[in-house]
T-cell receptor
Framework: TQLLEQSPQFLSIQEGENLTVYCNSS?????LQWYRQEPGEGPVLLVT?????EVKKLKRLTFQFGDARKDSSLHITAAQPGDTGLYLC??????????FGSGTKLNVKP | GAVVSQHPSWVICKSGTSVKIECRSL??????MFWYRQFPKQSLMLMAT?????????EQGVEKDKFLINHASLTLSTLTVTSAHPEDSSFYIC??????????????FGPGTRLTVT
């Protein structure tokens, strides 16, 4: 059972465009993390959000945690080819185990 | 800091044999380590939680007798895939949680191990 659903699954855009990736669940999470993964490598943490309604910015990336702590979004402004990768959200349950979303594969074309 | 290594990075084995994968926290002590598997073009699936000095807890549907986990020290956890079959071929990734950070949501991932069973 996939606790977290991400959309879209695939996204191919031109350099300079903006995009938003969504992570949705029917479960409440104590915290939620976003990762980026390159092929053949482990995921790299981008951000952790803990408070409902929280917004965090990391350069061109903006992360938001839903008020009810069931969903999150990742917005990238002016995407660059270096942003290409697999983006994963992961929610922590009350036992602090993380369950990953289905993933969004982003391709930014120059 | 907070570096996690895995060994080997890739391994090919014959069906029916066993394979051991190591996960090490290089510059911190990890009381808890997690093991995930990832099939091509799919997300990470949590397999088990490894706690130093105690038995691992497995997620539903994961065979504990097939995927043996040992966490004998604060810097090392091992996953042994016993009697491997081609369907066990996957990318296995570990993560480690620092024992002294106080942040229960803090974890660092290893680079993964690609297992191919022929």
């Amino acid at each position: 059972t996939q606790l977290l659903e991400q959309s879209p699954q695939f996204l191919s855009i031109q350099e300079g465009e903006n995009l938003t990736v969504y992570c949705n669940s029917s479960s409440v999470f104590s915290s939620l993390q976003w990762y980026r993964q390159e092929p053949g490598e482990g995921p790299v943490l981008l951000v952790t959000v803990v408070t409902g309604g929280e917004v965090k910015k990391l350069k061109r990336l903006t992360f938001q945690f839903g008020d009810a702590r069931k969903d999150s979004s990742l917005h990238i402004t002016a995407a660059q080819p270096g942003d290409t990768g697999l983006y994963l959200c992961a929610g922590a349950n009350n036992f602090n185990k993380f369950y990953f979303g289905s993933g969004t594969k982003l391709n930014v074309k120059p | 800091g907070a570096v996690v290594s895995q060994h080997p990075s890739w391994v090919i084995c014959k069906s029916g044999t066993s394979v051991k994968i190591e996960c090490r926290s290089l510059d911190f002590q990890a009381t808890t380590m997690f093991w995930y598997r990832q099939f091509p073009k799919q997300s990470l699936m949590l397999m088990a939680t490894s706690n130093e000095g105690s038995k691992a807890t497995y997620e539903q549907g994961v065979e504990k007798d097939k995927f043996l986990i040992n966490h004998a020290s604060l810097t090392l956890s091992t996953l042994t895939v016993t009697s491997a079959h081609p369907e066990d071929s996957s990318f296995y990734i570990c993560s480690a949680r620092p024992g002294t950070s106080g942040r229960m949501d803090e974890q660092y991932f290893g680079p993964g191990t690609r297992l191919t069973v022929t």
